[in-house]
């Protein structure tokens, strides 16, 4: 193996001007990797051999439609090979699998190739990030495919393109400037030939943005704001300048209507947290929004609640789902949401129209909600102020944080790894921005609620009536486990505080398998397959939110449960 640095002169585009800088990389290669280019028909019409982005499809289902593992078999599901990544902290990232060559990203901004037939180490690319960069939600999410590149980005707020088979970096482009508070973490969303993504930072008064670069050369090709500025629709939401710094992140990767040609993106809260310091609804923080995905145009959105002041970000990707209900076939969003609803909306060319939200989680901020809008109305009683202490349910890390939730076709429910019976006390406090520095001007406590007899869940929703079908409770963990589905009748998840990685019968919710990992599962699974042989992947690899609420829960009950660190991917099959 042979390692080197390589210094690299880029053109890089930050906000609002353009600037050269210097960056240093490092990379690890072997020999280059025979690779299969990933094409926009590969990635609209996937093989289902392949995992070739986040969820697995652009509609971002989370389901696979291989069905070799089973309800009757997968009782012998065994590991075949693992791997080590080096590094601990919070291993988010889904394996992303290319015709037997996967793609995963770890902690301190780390791609790695492997065979994914034998688990070996093909290269390894290790980002090397400024002195001064921010080391805030020590994560990375994933991989985009495109072409014969990969594409990640970095806690410098960069997107980076490498070859393929090489590791070495093709391209990389200044996304904004670190230095006042945005770092990136997301999967890239592949669309048409252009690489979206989003950046984060609203806990230190950024102004969000999901922007497009050409896959081939780099250069920007249109950026929207989440916050509008003036002149822009939504601008009198915000009063002053609170715009400048109003937050509404992008923490995770889009989902894509090729036929709409409308790309869809959650976003995070405002900035600071507490409501009564920007008074107004404060688009487009909390809400969906819909994107042209070649001009950048916003062409709709629905804000899931306004003012927000609960740190309730809703960052998840709705669901691209054709749901019937009421005698007619809905193309719908579905949308798990951290402030504790299960919405369901229509997608259509320049609208996004409300139709249902119902509690998946106990929930007493939401008085009521509109039938027509979806707008909710608040107790005011459970709203934090300024030097006004509020207590609510579900917690500040919601009913749902990130982990997405998944859906299969076969039995038309959505599963939703959920969290009961936490709740949170907020007070607000005057805080001052400076660039860079903390600005969610709040203090926070998360606690168990009295006579609590469980904290996670694993839910099973039927669309088409929209009522709760099965639930998994899980009485002394949390649950931080995305969720994947499968053509075998299965659900598989991790993120529980013991460790396993688990297959429930999608039908019942029955544990039908279970394996003890390393550390604890808070990544995102995949399936895929090689020579006719299905394979299930994952990472372990415990931190970051699913750490901090494990700290909550064990000061609140005086416990000392601590979860093993360390990343390792896991991949399993059916034992002979």
């Known amino acids: 193996m042979v390692e080197g640095w390589v210094r690299r002169i880029v053109a890089g585009v930050s906000v609002g001007s353009a600037m050269l800088l210097m960056v240093w990389t490092c990379f690890a290669q072997q020999a280059a990797v025979d690779y299969t280019p990933v094409t926009d028909e590969r990635l609209r019409s996937p093989n289902p051999d392949d995992w070739l982005m986040y969820r697995g499809t652009y509609d971002s289902w989370g389901y696979s439609p291989l069905d070799q593992i089973t309800t009757d078999n997968v009782s012998r599901l065994v590991p075949v090979w693992s791997l080590s990544t080096g590094v601990i902290s919070g291993h988010q990232s889904p394996p992303i699998v290319n015709d037997g060559v996967m793609f995963v990203t770890t902690p301190e901004d780390q791609v790695l190739a492997v065979d994914a037939r034998s688990g070996d180490l093909l290269w390894r690319h290790r980002r ?55 770092y990136m973490t997301m999967a890239p969303l592949i669309a048409n030939g252009k690489v979206l993504v989003g950046a984060s ?16 050369s780099g250069e920007e090709v249109w950026r929207s704001h989440t916050v509008p500025g003036p002149g822009e629709p939504g601008n009198e939401t915000w009063p002053g300048d609170t715009w400048r710094t109003g937050g509404a992140s992008i923490w995770i990767t889009g989902s894509f209507d090729p036929e709409l040609n409308l790309t869809y993106w959650g976003t995070g809260n405002p900035g600071p947290w507490i409501g009564d310091q920007r008074p107004g609804d404060n688009l487009y923080t909390n809400s969906v929004v819909a994107f042209d995905a070649d001009t950048g145009e916003l062409k709709a959105y629905h804000q899931y609640h306004h ?38 909306l229509e997608r259509e060319a320049d609208a996004i129209n409300f139709v249902d939200a119902n509690p998946y989680v106990d929930q007493n901020v939401f008085a009521s909600i509109d039938p027509v809008t979806g707008r909710p109305e608040y107790n005011q009683e459970r709203k934090p102020g300024t030097n006004k202490p509020a207590t609510f349910c579900p917690s500040l890390w919601g009913g749902k944080d990130w982990p997405p939730a998944a859906y299969s076709p076969q039995t038309g429910y959505l599963y939703i790894p959920a969290n009961e019976n936490l709740c949170s006390t907020i007070v607000g406090r005057e805080v001052e921005y400076r660039p860079g520095a903390g600005y969610t001007g709040a203090t926070s406590q998360v606690f168990v609620a009295d006579g609590a007899d469980h904290l996670g869940e694993l839910q099973a929703w039927d669309l088409s009536t929209g009522e709760q079908v099965w639930t998994h409770e899980f009485p002394e963990s949390q649950n931080w486990g995305p969720i994947l589905t499968t053509g075998g009748g299965l659900v598989f998840a991790g993120g529980t505080h013991d460790r396993y990685f688990r297959a429930f019968d999608a039908r019942t919710g029955d544990v039908l398998w279970e394996q003890r990992t390393n550390s604890g599962v808070i990544g995102v699974p995949s399936s895929f397959a090689i020579d006719g042989v299905q394979y299930i992947a994952v990472q372990s690899g415990w931190g970051v939110d699913a750490q901090g609420m494990q700290r909550a829960v064990n000061q609140h009950l005086d416990r000392n449960i601590q979860v093993p660190q360390g990343g390792v991917i896991w991949v399993f099959a059916l034992q002979p």
């Open 128 to 182: 090397q990030l400024p002195d001064d960069a921010l080391r805030a939600h020590w994560t990375n999410r994933g991989v985009g495919l495109y072409g014969d590149r990969v594409y990640f980005t970095t806690h410098d707020a960069f997107v980076v393109a490498l070859d393929a088979g090489t590791g070495e970096v093709e391209w990389e482009a200044s996304v904004a400037d670190y230095r006042t508070g945005y």
């Open 201 to 216: 930072g609203g806990e230190r008064g950024i102004r969000g943005f999901v922007a497009a670069y050409d896959a081939n």
């Open 307 to 344: 003012n927000g002041s609960w740190d309730w970000d809703e960052v998840s990707a709705p669901l691209l789902i054709d749901v019937s209900r009421g005698g007619r076939t809905i193309k719908s969003l579905v949308h798990p949401a951290r402030n504790g609803y299960l919405w369901l």
